[in-house]
């Protein structure tokens, strides 16, 4: 079975500095990833996603993420963010293309003007 | 083209009731999964249906249960509510076949059990 863990619960953070919200993941077999984006009273919204190939993903809003297959993470990161970046941030997994997303319990980033 | 909605927006119950939440698929889409989020924790999967079968279940019990219908349209019935079925329950549809497909959610539907 997979599982993921988000390092960090709430991540504060002032305006036009840089984040990193940290993933980690476990798995047996290899796995596609995702982060997604929770604004208050919202559904999901991706991110970004890695299915293969490069080992950099670039996502929208400016975020991107890097898989590191042995350290087993996956974590997002934005050079400079901003007031609206605030929001939930869950990584996730799937097995294969039809199995069901396994998230984590989040993180609240949090950013200060 | 529709993306997902899901209705009602927020529902009250009192313990013991049933609620059934309702979720309209994007368009061309042919699976839709559900998922529990309680407060303070990342969405759970309770089941998937395909083609109006259940296709799928994480570890819930049989006293939640669903429904696809010809249109892709889904259900989520809970009978007999708890305290702890209070969440915020997403559905997420996507079309099989192919290694990936993308789950597109609706905004949730929020649950308070009294």
């Known amino acids: 079975a997979q599982s993921v863990t988000q390092l960090d619960s709430q991540v504060p953070v002032f305006e036009e500095a840089p984040v990193e919200l940290r993933c980690n993941y476990s798995?047996?077999?290899?796995?596609?990833l995702f982060w997604y984006v929770q604004y208050p009273n919202q559904g999901l919204q991706l991110l970004l996603k890695?299915?293969?190939?490069?080992?950099l993903v670039k996502g929208i809003n400016g975020f991107e993420a890097e898989f590191n297959k042995s350290q087993t993470s996956f974590h997002l990161r934005k050079p400079s963010v901003h007031i609206s970046d605030t929001a939930e941030y869950f990584c996730a997994v799937i097995r294969s293309g039809n199995t069901p997303l396994v998230f984590g319990k989040g993180t609240r980033l949090s950013v200060i003007a | 083209e529709t993306g997902v909605t899901q209705s009602p927006t927020h529902l009250i119950k009192t313990r013991g009731q049933q609620v059934t939440l309702r979720c309209s698929s994007q368009s061309g889409h042919n699976t839709v999964s559900w998922y529990q989020q309680a407060l303070g924790q990342g969405p759970q999967f309770i089941f998937q249906y395909y083609r109006e079968e259940e296709n799928g279940r994480g570890n819930f019990p049989p006293r939640f249960s669903g429904l696809q219908f010809p249109n892709y349209s889904s259900e989520l019935n809970v009978n007999a509510l708890e305290l702890d079925d209070s969440a915020l329950y997403l559905c997420?549809?996507?079309?099989?076949?192919?290694?990936?497909?993308?789950?597109?959610f609706g905004p949730g539907t929020r649950l308070t059990v009294l």
């Open positions: 890695y299915l293969s190939g490069s080992t």
């Open positions: 997420a549809s996507t079309s099989r076949g192919g290694s990936y497909n993308e789950q597109f």
């Open positions: 798995s047996s077999v290899s796995v596609y």
